[in-house]
Structures are given as structure tokens and as C-alpha cells.
């Protein structure tokens, strides 16, 4: 190793590393040591927050679609994330691959052909209705559009926007505190700022662990179903083992052109994939149903958005819709720098545009054609058998060339989840360090923190104890994004009064 390299891995904010990597040290252990605990401890945590604190979610989701709204169609659309003479420096095609290859990871490929399924087989509470009718397939959809739609990618947009302003026109560094400098000012370099940045570390691991764990269940049912390949009791640990091993390296080595390359091709097989399925499934089908639940969408947007489930049994918001929105807010922090990052130079309303209309239209493309094929083909009963995981491999059994086609969705589930949690990795070595590039034994301990903690919960072999994960890292994070609501606009309203001809 160099004497940079060497300075580099030695150079990290003590209190922000020191805290985060003895609590995720410690969880870890706990996990280990007293496993009955820690589930029930998770039972508890996953009831507590998404039963009293599920309508806080929802608002929160839905305040900020309406912060993004006003921030493409309003005045502050045309200013820039940076300097008058900042430049974007990507072309627009590479910069929405990034930012949507980021995002999504091998979720959309996990949930796309799953949870249509479910919801057709178990009709949502806010339709209601008989169950595997044409009607609870259109449901279905909708309300699968719903929840990787525009509340989505509101998440991620406001922070970006939120993050990229502050940075690139205050010139300060590209921490997830500094997206409250507006908020909270200077402060960002004390305390709130180190809590703020302490906290980003445990919701990406939250996040990410989420995305390993069910990750390692749907290659482990792949092989299974597909190939009759069992690994045992051990299978989860196996494949998160060797999921970790491949991005730790990756991350250590900074092989940032062999990562370009893996995503590159990964969009290839994503789309290629998605022709696949329409052109050899029930086309027609597929076009009507994805159009029809679009239209649905549209007319059920608002209630959809502040439905609670008033009187249901159950709790299928907290499995369902609080988990997604939990979900996306632990993804948040390191998403929002890595899109901040490369969309230096764009407008607020291209940016915003870019983050939130059109993924949300991909996300629409991908669900209504392999989950709508889901559908048409009814896997319920293979997702009643196999689990939810084995939706995507009993579509592919339906299909032409079965054998190829189980390849390449076993390869776009890898590569996806792999790119992701590279940049994870780097840029939770980036919040413990300040540093744009991070030193290797950093960048290398939290590639295996990431893989250790989400092999703790995947162990369990219960998808509730996963979904858990980002749902407890994530509570802190809606009152953090209402406080970075407000500061944006605040920041933004100063910025055009300061600079009425920017």
C-alpha cells in the first residue's frame, strides 16, 4: 500500500466511525449470541412503529410528491445545482442510467414479478374484492404501481435537490448532513452534523441489508426451483458470503471501470430482458393491463396515499406500504449523495424530472410486463408453495428458451444488487470519513459490515425480521426529511432573493 493509500485508511472522523462500527459490531453479536432476543425484539419494533406511526409515513411520503411537484413546475425549476458556468458531466443517457441503476437494485427484479402475484391471490384492503379475478388483477397492479411510483423517487429527489444546491453553491462537502444546511446552518460541523452522518451509516446498513437478505433468498430459491440445486440449511449464509466477498473486493480494489462495465451491460440485459417477456408473453395483455392500471393509478393516487386501513385486521400497511416508504427513506442517504454527485450542473427541473418522472415510468414499464405476466400466467400457487422469491423463476418457466432466460435473471439479480452495494460500501466509508475517496481498509470494513448484518437477519429465514431492518434504521428518517422539506424551500426562497437573475 502507498503512503496516500496508507494516510487515506488511517483518516476517518473518530466519533462518527468509532460509534457506528461499535453499535453495528455489537448488533451483530447480539445477533449471534442471543438470537430468540433479537427476534422478538424485532417483532416488537416492527409492530410499535408501523401500527403507531404508520400514518406519520404516509404523510410524509405524500408531502413530499407535492414538494417535488412544486419544485419542477414553480420557480425554482430553473436554477442550477451549481456555479453559473457548471456544466452537466455526463450525457443524459449515462447520467439517468446511473441514478436508476442506484436506486432500484435487484428489488424491482425481486418485487416486480412478486408482488403483483400476492396482491392478485390477496386482494389489498383498499380494493377489497374477490380474489384471481380480472378485476383484483388490475388491483393488483395498481396498487404494485403505487408503491414504486412517485412517493417513491419523492424520497430520493427532495434530498437530492436538497444536497446538490447546498453543495455546489455553498461549495461544502459532500456529506448527507450537509442536505440540512438549510435547516440548520453551521451546525452542520458540530454535533447535529455528526449525528446526522452517524445515522446515514445505520440506515444504508438497514437498507442494504434489507436488499442482501432478500437478495440471498431469491438466488437460494432460484436454484432451487430452477435447477433442484440445494445448498442446505446453510444457503443463505453461503450466497450473502460469497455477495460479500465479490462487492468488499470490488470496493477495496476500486475497480470503478469494472463496476461501469458490469452496470452497463446489466441495463442491456434489464431491457433485453423486458422485450423478452413482452414480445413472447401474452402481449396484448400485458399492454392493456399495464395502460388500465396507469389510468387507475392516476384517479386513486390521492387516497391511495393516505389510506391507513381503518379497521382491518391484520397489519398489512406495516408489511405492505410503511415498509416500502421505510425502505426507500434507508436507501436515501446514500442514494441522494451518489445522485447529487454526478448531477452537477443540471437544473432543479431536469434533475427532478430525471429522479422522479421518469423512473417511476421504467418502474411502471417493468411491473405491468413481468408482473402483469405473473398474473396472465397465475403463479399464486407456486408463490403459495415456494414463497414470493420464486415468482420471478416461475414466470420464466412459461416462457421460451426457460434454461437461457433463468441465466440472465440470476445474472441481473447478482450484478444489480453487487453495483449497488459497492457504492454503499464507498459511500458509507465516505460518511465516516468526509472524504470523496475513502481509504481501502475503510471502504473493505464496511463491505463486510454490510454483508455480516444482513446474513444476521437473512439467517432468521423470516421475511419479517428483513423487512424489519429498514423499517427501525428508517423511523428517524421521516422527521429528517420534513426538516430538510422545509430548509430546501427556505434555502431556495434566500438563494432567488439573493440572486434574482440566477
Same mark, same amino acid.
Given at each position: 500500500m502507498s503512503q496516500t493509500d496508507l494516510q487515506n485508511a488511517r483518516s476517518f472522523d473518530p466519533i462518527i466511525f468509532w460509534v457506528s462500527a461499535s453499535v453495528t459490531v455489537l448488533f451483530i453479536l447480539w445477533s449471534i449470541i442471543f438470537p430468540e432476543n433479537m427476534d422478538t425484539t424485532i417483532n416488537a419494533v416492527f409492530g410499535w412503529t408501523t401500527q403507531k !406511526?404508520?400514518?406519520?409515513?404516509? /404523510?410524509? @411520503?405524500f408531502m413530499l410528491v407535492v414538494g417535488c411537484l412544486v419544485l419542477l413546475g414553480g420557480k425554482y425549476g430553473r436554477l442550477k445545482l451549481g456555479l453559473p458556468g457548471d456544466t452537466p458531466e455526463f450525457s443524459n443517457f449515462s447520467w439517468f442510467a446511473m441514478l436508476f441503476g442506484s436506486a432500484i437494485a435487484a428489488g424491482i427484479v425481486f418485487w416486480g414479478p412478486a408482488e403483483p @402475484?400476492?396482491?392478485f391471490m390477496t386482494p389489498p384492503p383498499?380494493?377489497?374484492?374477490?380474489a384471481l379475478t380480472p378485476e383484483a388483477g388490475a388491483n393488483a397492479m395498481t396498487y404494485s404501481?403505487?408503491? !414504486?411510483?412517485?412517493?417513491a423517487w419523492a424520497i430520493y429527489a427532495i434530498l437530492t435537490i436538497a444536497l446538490a444546491h447546498a453543495c455546489y453553491t455553498k461549495k461544502l462537502p459532500l456529506n448527507f448532513s450537509s442536505a440540512f444546511y438549510y435547516a440548520i446552518g453551521d451546525r452542520i460541523y458540530g454535533t447535529w452534523g455528526k449525528v446526522i452522518d452517524i445515522f446515514a451509516v445505520f440506515a444504508t446498513l438497514g437498507g442494504l441489508a434489507t436488499t442482501t437478505g432478500l437478495v440471498a433468498l431469491q438466488l437460494s430459491s432460484g436454484l432451487k426451483y430452477q435447477y433442484g440445486v440445494e445448498l442446505g440449511t446453510n444457503s443463505i449464509y453461503i450466497i450473502i458470503g460469497i455477495l460479500t466477498v465479490i462487492f468488499t473486493i470490488a470496493v477495496y480494489t476500486g475497480v470503478e471501470k469494472g463496476i461501469k462495465i458490469i452496470g452497463d451491460v446489466n441495463m442491456w440485459v434489464f431491457i433485453?430482458? !423486458?422485450?423478452? /417477456?413482452? /414480445?413472447?408473453?401474452?402481449? +396484448?395483455f400485458l399492454i392493456n393491463l399495464t395502460v388500465n392500471s396507469f389510468g387507475q393509478y392516476l384517479l386513486h393516487f390521492l387516497p391511495m396515499s393516505l389510506y391507513t386501513a381503518p379497521g382491518i385486521e391484520g397489519n398489512w400497511l406495516g408489511g405492505w406500504t410503511v415498509f416500502y416508504w421505510a425502505w426507500w427513506?434507508? !436507501? =436515501?442517504?446514500?442514494?441522494?449523495?451518489? /445522485? =447529487?454527485? +454526478?448531477s452537477k450542473g443540471r437544473s432543479i427541473r431536469e434533475t427532478? @424530472? @430525471?429522479v422522479l418522472i421518469l423512473p417511476t415510468l421504467g418502474n411502471f414499464l417493468w411491473y405491468g410486463v413481468v408482473g402483469g405476466s405473473g398474473i396472465s400466467f397465475d403463479v399464486t400457487a407456486i408463490l403459495k408453495e415456494h414463497g414470493v422469491e420464486s415468482a420471478i423463476f416461475a414466470i420464466a418457466q412459461h416462457l421460451p428458451l426457460t434454461g437461457i432466460l433463468a441465466i440472465f435473471l440470476i445474472f441481473l439479480i447478482t450484478t444489480f444488487f453487487i453495483t449497488s452495494a459497492n457504492s454503499a460500501a464507498l459511500s458509507l466509508a465516505c460518511f465516516v470519513s468526509g472524504k470523496e475517496n475513502p481509504g481501502r481498509n475503510l471502504r473493505a470494513f464496511w463491505g463486510i459490515a454490510l454483508g455480516a448484518v444482513a446474513a444476521v437477519l437473512a439467517g432468521t429465514g423470516k421475511l419479517k425480521a428483513i423487512q424489519t431492518a429498514s423499517i427501525a434504521t428508517a423511523f428517524p428518517m421521516i422527521f429528517l426529511l420534513l426538516l430538510c422539506l422545509w430548509g430546501t424551500f427556505r434555502g431556495l426562497n434566500k438563494h432567488i432573493k439573493e440572486n434574482p437573475d440566477s
Open positions: !406511526w404508520g400514518w406519520l409515513y404516509l /404523510i410524509t @411520503a @402475484a400476492y396482491h383498499y380494493f377489497g374484492g374477490e404501481f403505487f408503491h !414504486w411510483g412517485l412517493s433485453g430482458v !423486458w422485450f423478452f /417477456i413482452l /414480445i413472447f408473453g401474452p402481449t +396484448i427513506m434507508s !436507501w =436515501a442517504p446514500f442514494v441522494s449523495v451518489f /445522485i =447529487a454527485r +454526478i427532478v @424530472a @430525471a
